[in-house]
């Protein structure tokens, strides 16, 4: 904390994660000491800040800050996400980054843990301005990456318009057609369900879990938070496999349709006309639109945040149980907060962390490079059915970790016990580096 001050996201997620290592840590005490081991963990490898000048439609200059943070390289090439989102700082780039390198090691798929991003919003922007953002930032972040060394994908904020300006700047500027960035559209090197991948994988990993404990997704009633991308596809599976979702959300409010939302109208609000939840009752005037927050107040067996860190809140945890909500499965990176988390795992809610729950996207990432690397592309049943069995993997392998260290069910723990094992492992083997 002393020496890296004002990163108050960053902090949470080592705590995080450095807690539920305890027994693992203390039973290698002696070597992770001598051997500076967390201290390597917890510092990236490399990272970078940079100026991103570029000019709006009024011919006004803007100037924003771009980030890439390059944790740990240990099990492969760095891979992570660009978060473009006001909110973005050093903070919670690092501790996007910290996470991804046990969610990477997690999917058993050779790729090391990175992030960036930018605190330029692409919100309200015209496309040319995104375009204009876009290349300013790949000028500078060109000069980082590659495909055997950093390969970035999308996050909040970068979906396939975004990547493709910065997949076609990076082009032009090194000279290069390479799997450098991945979330590429299908007609330049992208992989069929790589969109749907963290949404699908999400309710793949929940389904096993709730399989393993004897209990099923078909017939359940859920609660989704967010609309973007993992949270329209969550919402499809969902949905496919039987449950009725009744809740989406974005930052100014939220749907309630007791009938189950219609999928097709929020991608059709959201993907093509790059609207608000409001218009949601114009296709069903039956539902209901609300203010601020509220998710979470709502009845059901099952809530997957897929919107932002630090949105499910201990009062949110209360009401969950409250309401007699049994699962909870994080679609985004850290919703939960610490305290909400314990309150929900102290009251027998099954709870799959982020890093264990929403890596399908990045493990479908590491697909697309394979794809990128072969120069072929497989068909959406290969991918899915990859991502399926990576998805039932992670499951298992976060419920044996738990119940090795004698924390059966403790998911949280497996998850970073699993991820940390394979990493470590990787760092040793290589040498003080
Ligand atoms: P999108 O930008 O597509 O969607 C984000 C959604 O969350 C939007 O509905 C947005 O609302 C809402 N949101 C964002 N910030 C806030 C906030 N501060 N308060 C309330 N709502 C907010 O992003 P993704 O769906 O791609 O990402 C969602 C989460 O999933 C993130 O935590 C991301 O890191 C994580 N993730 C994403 C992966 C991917 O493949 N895309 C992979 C793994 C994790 P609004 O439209 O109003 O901004």
Redesign the pocket.
Known sequence: VAQNPAEPEFHQAVKEVLESLRTVIEANEDKFRKDALLERLVNPERQFKFRVPWVDDKGQVQVNTGYRVQFNSAIGPYKG?LRL?P?VNLGIIKF?GFEQIFKNSLTGLPIGGGKGGSDFDPKGKSDREVMAFCQSFMTELCKYIGADTDVPA????T?AREIGFMFGQYKRIRGLYEGVLTGKGLSYGGSLARTE??GYGLLYLTQEMLKMNGKELAGKTVCIS??????IYACQKAQQLGAKVVTM????GWVYDAEGIDVAAIKEIKEVNRARLTEYKKYRPNSEYHEGRGVWNVKCDIALP????N?LLLDDAKALVANGCFAVAE???MPTTIEATEYLQANGILFAPGKAA?AG??ATSALEMSQNSERLSWTFEEVDAKLQNIMVNICHNMADAAERYGMAGNYVAGANIAGFEKVVDAMNAQGIV
């Open positions: 996400g989102h909110s996007l999308g996050d909040i904020g979906g991948a963290t967010g609309s973007g991308n993992v949270a959300s974005d930052s100014t897929c919107a932002t860190q949105e679609g985004a990176n929403n996207g990045v």
